[in-house]
């Protein structure tokens, strides 16, 4: 471990050689595509699809009572007043929530056909008026998206609220305030949803293979749906074109392609275009916020109160249901800094709009960016430094347990800002901000701090009272006859390199080389249970329970060895390549000798040591998680003619303890922060009046390419984490985090001369133009 090993999936990835899910090809294939609302909100008075029935090539076309699906219901184990649960149907029946929701399925001969048919599908609808903005749902009168919620609020906490906390407020020197918006986005991976169902007969199981982070959630919720056994149904995953969250939680047409398989006895298949993907899919991301925080005259904070409303769209997310960012941005958001006093309420507010996932990162880009722009209004009006009230207000001292009575594991928050400081001043960017000023040019620096929970195990999540808790995994290390090794994991890689780092992990601990490790994910009858990936939590939680099975194959190697010297097993030991002698003498008996013996002269071994060589692990972490940490630094030129936003350097100092593989942990930075510019200055869907998507296509959806994204400068910390096997921390989500809160503190800076301040994102062209124009003091 801690060596930047080639990356063992690309030769295969990067040569064609990949399985995709639209690579899947079975005999007496069919294709899916899917009958989509054509308005935002109203009562389905009929559907009539025997039309469509008649269009060549059609096999056939199912509604909701077709094919008689139970529906998919995420809940949470709070009151009803503080969070309802609506059912979300895999097609809907009689009424429909968001331009683009599933009403039927057509099936035919291939995708082009399936097109046609839908062309002639007769829906009727008795429209209702759509809601289709936070501040809409929330007025009084509004409609009602689901009935049984009122004030179209489907959660509503209020989870901390320090006793005294208005006196602080009333007494302290400064209090600033901060109104924030960020946009709604799309996590966009290069490869759309997809599934392929078949009935494998010999199995008497349904194959369903499908692109998704989380299988075994897929297989349960499948089950369910289908009125199946989980013995009745595999799901398998084959290589992915990225995820970012959208496809960590259950989505209904992966179910529906399934129940249409079994209907018709025949394989199905059902590609996402990208016009679906953009409109349909899971989006995320959009919140307001009202905070302000009280400061005294050093610029320490002594309290902090937050609003926070998340326009979750039209349905819970399955297993996470729609509390998950506002539960998180309430439970977080004091972030890296000691806050002593804390107040904020959360609400999940549903408008007629495609539903969100957890898109990576999960609130704590916005949450984050609200505490940085705090403390950046906070060091203007108090004449300092933003980087020192930064520095005076960081945790230091861990363990630290927060006024939100979440417990901090060791980190490096004050080292990361000194030291992301430090790089910026010694490449210069201060002095050139000085003569870019002198020359009427427009450079600003920004800065945030962050830290970044993951590793979350059963005991975080159970926090958040969800009915469907996840947080363990499981993996199984098994050794083959020749010495060589498969590894299965409960995770599933997406694009973040499992193939490489859980490889690391297990030659590492074993001693063997990488080159007969094999890592085995993404199919359900492999592995008894997995959680998946999402939440930066694969190589702190299934790199664990990787290390810990392959420990305990170590273990009955020594066994093996011992008994075949006839010592005890403590005067053995593994070392690279087998197990020797403690006192260095009688030579080294390699794996491959081992093996035959557990195998193939079993009649060998001690009675009290069964055949084979096999061993499973479970790991969970049983704290509040590990907190990853880091600090970015941006330097942005503006161009006030065209309102243009460059980005001439960007830093990153981050710590996600020990870095099983630095150049995978740097690609993860790199990508995240990719994203967390795609956020703050580019990326927004945006509905209109009613409830039309304004993003159809890559047309209307700017995406940031190469050319927008600078050069990123990491530089690693490393504290070790004490709870995990590995001492690794996540480290997927970090780059996005941090991002947006920089990007904007340095355009802030860089806006100083006109004297306003920006506090929402995307910054746009037009944003930044009439900041010149001295025509907008806030755009919140």
Known sequence: MGASVARREDPRLLTGRGRFIDDIQLPRMLHAQFVRATVAHATVTGIDLSAVREVPGVAAAFTAEDLELGDITARLGRPASEFVATAMPVLARDRVRFVGEPLAVVVARDAYAAEDGLEAAKVRYEVRPPVVSAERALAPGAPLVHDEAPRN??????????????????????????????????????????????????EDQLLLHTCTQVPHQVRTVAARCLRLDERAVRVVVPDMGGGFGLKCVVGREE??????????????????????????????????????????????????????????????????????????????????????????????VTTNKAPTAPYRGVSRPQYVMVMERLFERAARELGMDPVEIRRRNVITDFPYTGVNRITYDPGSYRESLDLCERVVKEEGWYTAREEAAAEGRHLGIGYACFSERTGYGSAAFAQRKMEVVPGFDISEVRMDTSGAVVVTTGTMSHGQSHETTMAQIVADELGLDIAKVRIHQGDTDRITYGWGTFASRSIAVGGSAVRLAAAKLGEKLCRIAAARWDLSPEAVELVSGGIRRRDGSGGLLGFEELADLAYLRAHLLPKDLEPGLSATATFDVFNDGTFSNATHGVVVELHPGTGQVEILAYVCVEDCGVAINPQVVEGQCRGGIAQGIAGALYEQVTYDEQGEPSATSFMDYKVPTAREIPDVLIRHLETPCAFTETGAKGAGEGGTIGAPAAVLNAVNDALRPTGTELDTTPITPETVQRAFGRTVEHTS
């Not at 249409?260 to 899919?281: F, N, Y």
């Not at 439970?331 to 609400?347: K, N, Q, T």
Request: hydrophobic share 45%; glycine share 6%; charged share 25%.
């Open 153 to 202: 609020t489907l959660l509503n906490v209020s989870m901390f609220a320090t006793e005294g906390i208005d006196a602080v407020f009333d007494s302290a020197p400064h209090v600033v305030r901060v109104r924030a918006r960020t946009g709604r986005q799309n996590a966009l991976p290069l490869e759309t949803r997809g599934a392929v169902a078949s009935w494998d007969a010999r």
């Open 255 to 348: 179910i529906a392609v399934a129940a249409a398989a079994l209907r018709l006895g025949r394989p199905v298949k059902w590609i996402e275009d990208r016009k679906d993907a953009l409109t349909a899919s899971f989006l995320a991301r959009e919140q307001q916020y009202d905070a302000r925080a009280a400061f005294d005259a050093d610029g320490r904070i002594l309290a902090l109160e937050a609003d926070i409303v998340c326009d979750m769209g039209a349905y819970s997310c399955y297993p996470f249901t729609a509390g998950i960012e506002p539960l998180m941005a309430s439970a977080e958001m004091p972030g890296v800094y000691e806050v002593p006093a804390y107040r904020v309420r959360g609400r999940a």
